[in-house]
């Protein structure tokens, strides 16, 4: 059975940083592509960024409101995808998702991990 | 940066067809896909491509594009197909939601 599993959200004060994990299970994560997603309490889905199946120069992108502070990486050893969050904001408050592009775009996703940036 | 438009709200009457655009300067070129979300829950696919339907997904749930616009239409709508609807497309430099649309069917 597929499964995302997302971990690692907390509490974090403006200017501080964490990491989110995404661990796999039922597939290879290095054979698709892995996306992050996020979504603001009563809001919409905003898209963060992916990281392409394959090695590439333009392996990893980001939206534009996240680039330069976040960075998204893999270890296939432990089929587990990551979220790195620095300088963090608090419009950065929100569940954060990890989903997949295997075939079709998003066909599973994690069950979301909160993250929450406040003094 | 690149932007899908989605209507805020539709509201319909049960068994009624139930349509919800998303327009896109990109969307002739890219595809579409659309996506379910019921509160508190995860997003779920529901159409990918423009017109395919995933496995275990109802007949219901047909999807059509014609040049800046992509359509998900509901047939026959009923109060369990209440939920939050967001189309997604690709640009050059990543992903993008449209803003979301809130399915009241009463």
């Known amino acids: 059975e597929v499964q995302l599993v997302e971990s690692g959200g907390g509490l974090v004060q403006p200017g501080g940083s964490l990491k989110l994990s995404c661990a796999a299970s039922?597939?290879?994560?290095?054979?698709?592509?892995i996306h992050w997603v996020r979504q603001a309490s009563g809001r919409g889905l905003e898209w963060v960024g992916r990281?392409?199946?394959?090695?590439?120069?333009?392996?990893?992108a980001y939206a534009a409101s996240v680039t330069g502070r976040f960075t998204i990486s893999r270890d296939d050893s432990k089929n587990t995808a990551y979220l790195q969050m620095t300088s963090l904001k608090t419009e950065d408050t929100a569940v954060y998702y990890c989903?997949?592009?295997?075939?079709?775009?998003?066909?599973?996703w994690g069950q979301g991990t909160l993250v929450t940036v406040s003094s | 940066s690149y932007e899908l438009t989605q209507p805020p709200s539709v509201s319909v009457s049960p068994g009624q067809t139930a349509r919800i655009t998303c327009s896109g300067d990109?969307?002739?070129?890219?595809?579409a896909y659309w996506y379910r979300q019921k509160s508190g829950q995860a997003p779920v696919l529901v159409i990918y491509?423009?017109?395919e339907r995933p496995s275990g997904i109802s007949e219901k749930f047909s999807g059509s594009s014609s040049g800046t616009m992509a359509t998900l239409t509901i047939s026959g709508a009923q109060v369990q197909d209440e939920a939050d609807y967001y189309c997604?497309?690709?640009?050059?430099?990543?992903?993008?939601f449209g803003g979301g649309t809130k399915l009241t069917v009463l």
């Open positions: 997604y497309s690709t640009d050059s430099s990543g992903g993008v």
């Open positions: 491509e423009d017109t």
């Open positions: 039922g597939f290879t994560l290095s054979d698709s592509a």
């Open positions: 990281m392409r199946s394959k090695p590439s120069k333009d392996a990893t």
């Open positions: 989903t997949r592009v295997l075939v079709t775009p998003f066909d599973y």
């Open positions: 990109a969307l002739p070129k890219k595809y």
